[in-house]
C-alpha cells in the first residue's frame, strides 16, 4: 500500500459451471514498521525507553534497546490527514504533545492509541516548533505541565495541561476541542511577535523565576523572555538568515542556535554576547541538542550529517555519517548515551557512545582529506584518454627516466602535502632572504676590517630557530611526515628546486643530513632532470653534489659496516661464553673479542689457538 504497509487477502474459490462474483476477504495488516513519508520530529521519553517518530499522518512509537515499532498511530481528523511537525512527551505520563502543520494541537495517550485532547485551530498557521516544562505552583504545592508552541501566525502560546475536573478551557477552544474524560489542553498565556515564529524553547532554571524562553522569528533574531510574566530579558542578534534550531545547555549559561545561514552561535545568557560563531556545515542547521551536564552538543543538517561540538573550546568532535538525505530532527537521552537523528530517507538512526578515544586532531586530517578529495578526485585530475595516448604516454615516460629508474612519488595528492610544500616554499624563500643579508654583513665587515674599524656581528634570525641557513631547510625537511615528503617536493617550481639543490651541497659538505639529503636531491634530479639539463648554471652544483653524494654515502655505508661487523663479533663472543657454560659476569678482555678482527680467513689458524688456550686456562681454574 501508499502508506507502508501489507495487507493479507484470502480469495474465494470457484466452482465449475457456477458464475459467482469473486470475493475477497481481508485477514490481516503488516503496518507497524516504518514511515511512507519524510520524517519530521523526533523525541524521547524522560525514562529513555521510548522515541516518538511524526510524519505526515503518522505517529509511531518505537521501543528503543528492541528497536521495534510499538505502536503505529494515525494523525487525522474528521476531515482530513494531518501532518505532524512537532512533538515532546509529556512527563511522568503515557502522553505526547504533536503540532501539526494545519495549526492543530494534539495529546496523544500512546499506551491506548487515543487521542485523549485535540485543538484543531490552536494556531492561525503551522505549529513549526513546542516544548515541554514542569512548573511548580505554590499555591497548591504541585507540579503543572507546560506546553509552548510557536507558530507561523507570529504567537508563541503556553499551554497548561489539566486532568479531567481540574478546569475549564475557553469558549471558543471549546468549540475545537474534541470532548474527552481525560486531561484538556488549556490556553495560559499568548505571546506576539512581529514576525513567524520559527523555533521555540524553554531553559532548565531550577526556580519558577529565573525560568527563561528563547524564541526564534523570521526577522533572524533570537529573543529571550521571563517565563513567568513573559517580559522582554535580551535580544540575540547576528544570524543573516533564521536560527532553525535553539538549544540551551542545562546550567543556563550558554545558548546555541543554528540558522539556514549555515552557521551555529554561541550565546552567552548574562548578557547576550556572541562567544564564538562556528563553521561546518554546508546547508542550512535543523536541529540542535544539548548532552545533559556538559557543553557539548549535537547539531543536524540539510547537508545529510550529524556532528558533534564542544561549546568551551568552540571545535568539532565528530562528524557522524550515513544519512542519504536531508536530516530534519534530533533527539538524545537524558544521559547522553545515545543519540536518535531522522530526516528526509524516512529512516531513525540509532547512534551509541562507545568507549574509543576521540582524538581532534586525527578527525580535522580526516575531514580535510575528503574535503580535498571530493574537489580535486582521490588521484588529482586524472587524464581520460584513449589506450593509443596512454601507451604513448608510458613511451614517453620510459623515454625520459633514462635508466634512472621510475619515480615512487606518492600519486595521491594530500592537504597535508601541499600545506607541507608551501613549508619548504617558504624556508627557501627565508633562507635566502637570510644568506643575503650574510654576504652583505660579511662584505660590510671586510672594508670596515680594511679601514681598521671593529666589525658587524652576525646575529642569528630568530625566525630560522637561531639556525644558520641550510641547517634551517634540514630542520624543515625532518619535520615533513616521510609518506608526504616527495609530494611535497612535486610542488615546488623549477627555481625553487635550483635553490634546494644548492642547500643540500652546503649541508653534503658540513655532512648534515646526509642520508635526507641524498633521497631529496636524487628525487629532485629524477623528478626535473629535463630542465636541470637545460640549465648551464647548474652544472657546476651537479659536479660538486655527485662528488660529496659519493664520498659521503661511502663513508656512512663504511661506518655502518663496521657497526655490523662489530655487533656480530660481540654476538659471537657471547655465543662462546654461553657455549662454555662460564659466567657471563666474568670479565672478557679486549683481545679476545677485538682480536684478528678484519683479517678474514687468514686469522683462522690464530683463532684457533686463541681458543685452545683459552679452553686450557678454564680446565685450569
Not at 495487507?7 to 516504518?34: A, C, Q, W
Not at 494523525?75 to 512527563?91: E, I, Q, W
Not at 508563541?156 to 468549540?175: A, R
Not at 630568530?462 to 634540514?474: A, F, G, R, T
Request: charged residues 30%; hydrophobic residues 40%.
Amino acid at each position: 500500500m501508499n502508506n507502508n504497509a501489507m495487507e493479507i487477502h484470502s480469495v474465494g474459490k470457484f466452482r465449475d459451471g457456477e458464475e459467482t462474483t469473486p470475493t475477497s476477504k481481508k485477514l490481516n495488516t503488516l503496518d507497524m514498521y516504518g514511515h511512507s513519508s519524510p520524517i519530521r520530529s523526533l523525541s524521547i521519553s524522560p525514562d529513555d525507553t521510548l522515541a516518538c517518530s511524526i510524519s505526515k499522518g503518522s505517529c509511531k512509537i518505537w521501543n528503543v534497546e528492541s528497536r521495534s515499532c510499538l505502536r503505529a498511530l494515525p494523525l487525522a481528523s474528521s476531515r482530513k490527514t494531518l501532518y505532524g511537525l512537532c512533538s515532546a512527551f509529556v512527563p511522568e505520563s503515557v502522553r505526547v504533545v504533536v503540532g501539526t502543520k494545519e495549526g492543530g494541537l494534539m495529546l496523544i495517550d500512546y499506551a491506548s492509541g487515543n487521542v485523549v485532547s485535540a485543538i484543531e485551530k490552536a494556531h492561525g498557521g503551522a505549529i513549526w516548533s513546542l516544548d515541554v516544562t514542569r512548573k511548580f505552583v505554590e499555591e497548591t504545592g504541585e507540579n503543572v505541565v507546560l506546553v509552548m508552541t510557536g507558530s507561523a501566525d507570529g504567537e508563541v502560546k503556553i499551554w497548561e495541561i489539566e486532568e479531567e475536573g481540574e478546569g475549564e478551557s475557553d469558549e471558543d477552544e471549546d468549540e475545537d476541542e474534541e470532548k474527552s474524560s481525560g486531561p484538556t489542553l488549556v490556553h495560559t498565556q499568548t505571546l506576539k511577535m512581529s514576525d513567524d515564529v520559527v523555533s521555540v524553547k524553554f531553559s532548565y532554571a531550577p526556580e519558577t523565576s529565573k525560568l527563561l524562553v528563547f524564541v526564534s522569528s523570521l526577522d533572524s533574531t533570537v529573543k529571550v523572555y521571563f517565563q513567568d510574566s513573559l517580559k522582554f530579558f535580551l535580544s540575540l542578534y547576528g544570524h543573516k538568515l533564521p536560527a532553525l534550531a535553539l538549544d540551551c545547555a542545562d546550567d543556563d549559561t550558554i545558548l546555541a542556535s543554528g540558522g539556514a545561514d549555515k552557521t551555529i552561535k554561541i550565546w552567552g545568557l548574562d548578557f547576550g554576547d556572541c562567544h564564538r560563531t562556528m563553521h561546518g556545515h554546508t546547508e542550512a542547521i535543523t536541529g540542535i541538542k544539548f548532552v545533559r551536564k556538559t557543553h557539548n552538543f549535537f547539531s543536524s543538517s540539510k547537508d545529510k550529517s550529524v556532528r558533534y561540538w564542544d561549546a568551551d573550546r568552540f571545535e568539532q568532535i565528530l562528524l557522524l555519517d550515513g544519512h542519504v538525505s536531508e536530516v530534519y530532527s534530533l533527539a538524545i537521552s537524558k544521559s547522553g548515551g545515545f543519540l536518535l537523528s531522522a530526516g528526509m530517507d524516512r529512516q531513525v538512526r540509532v547512534w551509541e557512545r562507545t568507549h574509543d578515544m576521540v582524538f581532534i586532531e586525527e578527525e580535522k586530517e580526516v575531514a580535510l582529506e575528503k574535503m580535498y578529495d571530493k574537489i580535486h578526485g582521490a588521484r588529482g585530475e586524472a587524464k581520460i584518454g584513449s589506450k593509443a595516448d596512454d601507451a604513448e604516454d608510458m613511451e614517453n615516460e620510459d623515454d625520459d627516466n633514462d635508466g634512472l629508474g621510475k619515480s615512487e612519488a606518492a600519486v595521491r595528492k594530500s592537504v597535508l602535502s601541499v600545506a607541507a610544500g608551501d613549508r619548504i616554499f617558504e624556508a627557501i624563500d627565508l633562507a635566502d632572504s637570510e644568506t643575503q643579508e650574510i654576504l652583505a654583513t660579511n662584505s660590510t665587515n671586510r672594508a670596515r676590517k680594511a679601514r681598521g674599524e671593529p666589525e658587524i656581528p652576525i646575529r642569528n634570525n630568530p625566525l630560522m630557530m637561531n639556525m644558520d641557513p641550510p641547517k634551517y631547510i634540514l630542520w624543515v625537511l625532518k619535520t615533513i611526515k616521510v609518506a608526504d615528503l616527495e609530494q611535497a617536493l612535486l610542488i615546488l617550481p623549477v627555481i625553487k628546486v635550483e635553490r634546494l639543490i644548492h642547500y643540500m651541497v652546503a649541508l653534503l659538505r658540513q655532512s648534515a643530513g646526509v642520508e635526507l639529503c641524498g633521497k631529496v636531491a636524487i628525487f629532485l634530479i629524477k623528478t626535473h632532470k629535463s630542465q636541470i639539463l637545460a640549465n648551464q648554471g647548474m652544472a657546476g652544483a651537479l659536479r660538486d653534489l655527485r662528488a660529496l653524494l659519493k664520498s659521503k654515502l661511502t663513508k656512512q655505508r663504511d661506518v655502518l659496516g663496521y657497526n655490523l661487523v662489530a655487533m656480530k663479533a660481540v654476538t659471537r663472543a657471547a655465543q662462546e661464553r654461553r657455549d662454555a657454560k662460564t659466567d657471563l659476569r666474568q670479565e672478557v678482555t679486549a683481545e679476545e673479542i677485538w682480536g684478528n678482527l678484519g683479517l678474514g680467513a687468514l686469522s683462522q689458524p690464530g683463532m684457533e689457538d686463541a681458543s685452545k688456550a683459552k679452553k686450557k686456562r678454564q680446565r685450569g681454574i
